[in-house]
């Protein structure tokens, strides 16, 4: 269980395109995914927290017009690089959490479970 | 920034010999996880300590925990080509809504 998956798994896009990213929780429900972007040889950095049916909070440093992230199901979604540049290119990687009053250790220990990415490369 | 640091950046050990990795954070944590990434793919969860936890076993994995240190380490016994990976360390903070923050990462080489 708790499977996460993320649509394409890899693009490329000429500049000044806008690219989308699915992710989906196959077998759950989630309020609650991560968007996370890591340059080659790099960390996960947290983009933002995507949260149903409200506006996604940024962390410090990240467009929010740059990147809109759009939440409109339990089970979807969907981060859009808008005017991709060269400088965009990288791997984006989502997850999801199992929404609260959930049984279980994962859920008590906010775990959370990683889609496979999607490397994007702007040429 | 509040990245973690792990040490080593990289480490590259014989099939057989064990593995050993470092993390160190910089503030209160609920818990501290532990994640394996192949080049190029997605995270494969590993195992969680909970802040209230000094050592986890799963396998042949072995994690600590040292909340006074803050700091953490992930042994990799009798080491195959297979594990051949990034590891990366996330801590959960308290009052960050369950955000996780992510260490630097040790690329582990394992030859035959």
């Known amino acids: 269980g708790a499977v996460v998956s993320q649509h394409p798994s890899w693009v490329i896009c000429k500049s000044g395109t806008s690219v989308k990213i699915e992710c989906r929780s196959l077998d759950f429900q989630a309020t609650t995914m991560f968007w996370y972007r890591q340059f080659p040889k790099q960390s996960l950095m947290l983009m933002a927290t995507?949260?149903?049916?409200?506006?996604?909070?940024?962390e410090q440093g990240v467009e929010k017009d740059k990147f809109l992230i759009n939440h409109a199901s339990l089970t979807l979604s969907t981060l859009t690089v808008t005017s991709a540049h060269p400088e965009d290119s990288s791997f984006y990687i989502c997850?999801?959490?199992?929404?609260?009053?959930?049984?279980?250790?994962?859920?008590?220990?906010?775990?959370?479970?990683f889609g496979p990415g999607t490397r994007l490369t702007v040429l | 920034s509040q990245q973690g640091e792990e040490d080593p950046q990289a480490l590259s050990i014989q099939e057989g010999e064990n593995a050993t990795m470092n993390c160190s954070y910089k503030?209160?944590?609920?818990?501290l996880q532990w994640y394996r990434q192949n080049s190029g793919r997605g995270l494969v969860h590993l195992i969680l300590?909970?802040?209230?936890?000094r050592e986890k076993h799963s396998g042949r994995l072995r994690v600590t925990l040292d909340t006074s240190k803050k700091s953490s380490s992930l042994l990799i016994t009798a080491s195959r080509a297979a594990d051949t990976a990034s590891y990366f360390c996330?801590?959960?903070?308290?009052?960050?809504?369950?955000?996780?923050?992510f260490g630097t990462g040790t690329r582990l080489q394992v030859t035959l």
């Open positions: 996330a801590t959960d903070a308290t009052g960050t809504a369950s955000k996780l923050t």
């Open positions: 503030t209160s944590i609920n818990n």
């Open positions: 300590i909970r802040s209230n936890e």
């Open positions: 995507s949260n149903e049916g409200s506006k996604a909070t940024y």
């Open positions: 997850s999801a959490r199992l929404p609260p009053g959930t049984s279980g250790r994962a859920a008590s220990y906010n775990e959370q479970f």
